[in-house]
């Protein structure tokens, strides 16, 4: 018993004084990181919508049509008070799992611009979704994602038809151009409830 | 010194962790697709093993035989995390890179080897020295194989363009197999190496003689 108990007490010791260091080292870089995460966000929601002053997070109020996507989070991008449009940070599953990116959609129905913020497919075929140099279209040097930026939520958004594909990846190529049309569906909608709610 | 000298080397070649001893493998072959990963990886796990090792052997009369490893992870793990949240901080883009990698130097064979089996036995000082060969056993490794890997499959280095533009990458080289298949030669180089430098050590034995 008192050997248990003085194991217990070393053990507890031990615990104790890395949770001290964590704490000071937490405390230090606490900050820093989380300035990051906003900076790099904030970047990302300005390279969909240049012109826009303000991102207000929504709680909630817009939601997927179906299971296959979640949406993280969404932000109402407004300038000067007047709304731009909706950017949504959607997951989804590809080839390699958890794929996560940002879908801009202005108020004219158009998607102002998608960005992979994270992809795990393979290297060198579906990770070039994220890879700046990697083009569809060489001669306008278009990337995957970029093609999407203008394209009217009308389109029909199916791969090899309105959307090129990825070579030889069409599994990657389809989740994202899904997780695009339905981020797009769902901002429209919210777009089409808040200009009524504001008339 | 010299006793120094030799704790050193011996995590460079003739103990080499990757080569030799062969622990730690899978975050090896997972981040050498690139140089700076590579680089990245291998000063973090160094940064952890030294600084496990030297408290662990400060206070190894003090830990108690029965609950030794709990309290090595104990120790590994806040430095770890030590390490994980400085590189999330000050280098965002190698972090996230890296990714989950960090995190898992907890779990890394490696450190918890020579916790074990040095640093738990030994004087501070030979167990800074041992970590410090060890780390850097590790990083030479993980930045030759990267190296290898990234000028292959991607045709660049520290993603500097070094390959001609109309070289077409050997994609290979950057999936698994290929990373398996450059270790292996790995392996044969540094056993190879230690064959040469075992028969300069011995050569002047033979002249003594």
């Known amino acids: ?199 | 010194m010299k006793r120094l000298v030799g704790i050193f080397v011996r995590g460079l070649v003739a103990e080499n962790p990757l080569l030799m001893l062969m622990i730690g493998l899978c975050s090896a072959l997972a981040v050498t697709t690139s140089v700076e990963n590579a680089i990245g990886m291998g000063l973090a796990m160094t940064f952890v093993i030294v600084f496990a090792e030297l408290v662990i052997s400060l206070f190894r009369k003090l830990i108690p035989n029965s609950v030794r490893i709990p309290t090595f992870i104990i120790v590994i793990a806040a430095f770890t995390t030590i390490i994980d949240l400085s590189m999330k901080a000050y280098f965002p883009e190698l972090s996230k890179s890296l990714g989950v990698f960090i995190p898992l130097i907890v779990v890394n064979c490696i450190i918890m080897g020579r916790v074990e089996a040095f640093a738990s036995k030994e004087k501070p000082l030979d167990a800074v020295v041992d970590a410090l060969g060890m780390g850097l056993g590790y990083t030479w490794v993980l930045v030759g194989i990267a190296a290898f890997r990234e000028l292959l499959g991607n045709g660049t280095l520290l993603s500097a363009q070094i390959m001609p533009e109309a070289y077409q990458p050997i994609l290979f080289f950057t999936l698994p197999p290929g990373g398996f298949l450059v270790f292996a030669l790995f392996i044969s180089f540094n056993i190879w190496l230690k064959r040469v430098l075992d028969r300069s050590d011995r050569a002047p034995v033979k002249e003594a003689a």
């Open chain 1, 1 to 199: 018993m008192k050997e248990t108990l003085k194991l217990g007490l070393v053990l507890a010791a031990f615990a104790a004084g890395a949770c001290v260091a964590l704490a000071l080292v937490y405390t230090v870089t606490g900050p820093t990181i989380e300035g990051h995460e906003i900076k790099q966000l904030e970047m990302s929601l300005k390279e969909l919508f240049p012109a826009a002053d303000s991102f207000r997070a929504l709680d909630g109020d817009v939601a997927p049509k179906d299971g296959s996507v979640k949406f993280d989070q969404t932000y109402e991008v407004t300038r000067a008070g007047a709304p731009l449009g909706v950017a949504i940070k959607v997951r989804g599953s590809s080839y390699g799992g958890d794929t996560t990116m940002l879908v801009g959609v202005g108020t004219d129905r158009r998607i102002t611009g998608v960005k992979v913020l994270d992809i795990k497919d393979t290297p060198g075929l579906g990770a070039n979704a994220k890879s700046p140099t990697y083009f569809v279209d060489k001669s306008t040097k278009t990337t995957f994602p970029g093609q999407f930026a203008g394209k009217p939520l009308s389109d029909p958004f199916e791969v090899k038809k309105d959307v090129v594909a990825i070579t030889a990846s069409t599994i990657t190529s389809k989740a994202l151009t899904n997780m695009v049309k339905q981020a797009g569906i769902a901002a429209a909608e919210y777009l089409e409830r808040s200009a009524q709610g504001g008339k």
